[in-house]
């Protein structure tokens, strides 16, 4: 073999070795780039994936306190997804609202709606688990969901 062919096999030897190493270095990037984006993206359908069933129980109880949804489902009870909306959703918030707060304390809080709110939603989330148990153990997982439709109608008539 002649020397020039050598040097040059060498020089694209290593300008291929080069090459490599940049392309790789860069993919490398790429890959964990997109993997932590997938991970993120599947993190937040997992946590916020069922965020309407979330953004309704806060719409309802913007308009109706939870006295209202206690007479409505709890007192009137006239179906079956009543009662269950009573046992599974409106009971167990009642209960979480009435072991942090005394009645009159309650009394008070409604009158300030915006906090009254604001604790009945956290009342939500901390109880959000254990309603959705109390759902599922009667094959109603789909009444969180639905909480509220038609409710304007019942509180009119």
Do not use: W
């Not at 030897?13 to 993120?40: F, M, P, Q």
């Not at 409505?72 to 009971?91: G, H, P």
């Not at 072991?99 to 009254?116: A, G, I, P, Q």
């Not at 997982?141 to 509220?148: A, M, S, T």
């Amino acid at each position: 073999m002649d020397l020039s062919v050598i040097i040059a096999s060498l020089a694209a030897l290593v300008l291929i070795v080069i090459s490599v190493r940049l392309i790789a270095r860069n993919l490398l990037k790429v890959l964990v780039i997109t993997a932590v984006v997938a991970v993120l993206a599947i993190y937040v359908f997992i946590v916020f994936g069922n965020a309407d069933e979330d953004i309704n129980f806060v719409e309802v109880i913007k308009e109706y306190d939870l006295e209202d949804l206690e007479a409505l489902y709890c007192i009137q009870n006239m179906s079956r997804t009543d009662s269950l909306k009573c046992f599974c959703i409106v009971q167990p918030l009642l209960a979480e609202m009435r072991s942090r707060f005394s009645e009159s304390e309650l009394k008070n809080l409604r009158k300030k709606r915006l906090r009254y709110v604001f604790e009945l939603t956290k009342a939500f989330f901390d109880k959000k688990s254990e309603i959705k148990k109390k759902l599922q153990a009667n094959n109603a997982p789909h009444l969180l969901r639905d909480f509220g439709k038609g409710l304007s109608k019942k509180v009119k008539n």
